[in-house]
């Protein structure tokens, strides 16, 4: 069974990826710069989506060249067009699959994903088709979620609820969303070295940490619905829960933590 990335590809989609950089990004780049990304690094960003960090990366690299690779094509055409609106002229994006990414091998001196291997059933595999394309020494930088830190208080029914439809819907579709814990280990079975990690989970900005639920409830509803997990009206009364959760001043919502791992290629 090949997963299929269940969360869509339309401009709700899009959306959603635009709000999950804007609450993840900072920490993104504070990643990258701890391992060392600098002008003329060769970067590969596997299960790019719209493009965002690609852009990010290229802005760090000088002339060299950053290059981002999706399945969805929808997501590439999208990733072009924010390069072109950025005026990143080092960020390019090809159509092509995390298992055998169109790039040469062992040429990159970063290979990075986010949010890709919780999506996979083979997440091995692609972490060592991503080694594949790190040069001798090259880095490996992978960011994913776990779903098991995320609290709110008072007390949020609907989130619970949330959290584990969505976490159903992943694993019926092969994905993992407990897979952050799992990284370190998957990277050494990868036969990277050096492995190192770190979890974040920010606070800031609150809009987009609190709005992300029901962005991702929303883009997830033909999903659900597919599954027989709940049916669209169910759905939709607990996105407004959630918009309602997510508007109310008074409620302390965590972002879903972020698991960040690092390593080389030996
Ligand atoms: C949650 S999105 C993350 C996008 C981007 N990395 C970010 O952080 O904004 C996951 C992305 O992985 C892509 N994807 C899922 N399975 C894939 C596969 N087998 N090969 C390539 N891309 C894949 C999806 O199309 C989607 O763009």
Same mark, same amino acid.
């Given at each position: ?56 990366? &290229? ?5 060299? +060249? @950053? $290059?981002?690779? /999706?399945?969805?094509?929808?997501? =590439? ?54 080694? &594949? ?5 090259? +880095? @490996? $930088?992978?960011? /994913?979620?776990?779903?098991?830190? =995320? ?116």
């Amino acid at each position: 069974m090949r997963a299929q990335y269940i969360l869509g590809t339309d401009t709700a989609a899009a959306q959603r990826l635009r709000v999950l950089d804007e609450v993840y990004h900072q920490t993104t780049m504070a990643l990258l710069e701890r391992v060392g990304l600098c002008k003329g690094w060769r970067c590969a960003d596997i299960g790019c989506g719209t493009g965002r960090v690609t852009v990010a990366m &290229a802005g760090q690299v000088g002339a060299a +060249s @950053v $290059v981002g690779v /999706d399945e969805a094509e929808a997501f =590439v055409d999208m990733a072009r067009q924010f390069a072109a609106e950025r005026k990143s002229v080092n960020a390019g994006f090809v159509f092509g699959n995390a298992y055998a990414p169109p790039l040469p091998s062992a040429q990159f001196d970063l290979v990075y994903a986010r949010c890709l291997l919780s999506h996979l059933n083979e997440p091995l595999q692609a972490l060592r088709a991503m080694t &594949a394309l790190a040069r001798p020494g090259g +880095s @490996v $930088v992978i960011e /994913d979620i776990d779903c098991g830190g =995320v609290f709110a208080h008072p007390e949020a029914p609907a989130l619970m609820q949330h959290l584990d439809l969505y976490q159903r819907a992943m694993r019926l579709n092969g994905g993992d969303p407990l897979i952050g814990r799992k990284l370190p280990r998957l990277c050494r079975k990868a036969g990277l070295a050096g492995v190192q990690f770190q979890v974040v989970s920010p606070s800031e900005p609150r809009e987009p940490v609190k709005h992300l639920y029901p962005l991702t409830l929303a883009c997830l509803k033909p999903a659900i619905i597919e599954a027989g997990l709940a049916t669209a009206s169910e759905v939709d009364a607990l996105v407004a829960k959630l918009n309602a959760m997510a508007d109310d001043p008074t409620v302390t919502i965590s972002s879903c933590p972020m698991v960040q791992v690092w390593a080389r290629k030996s």
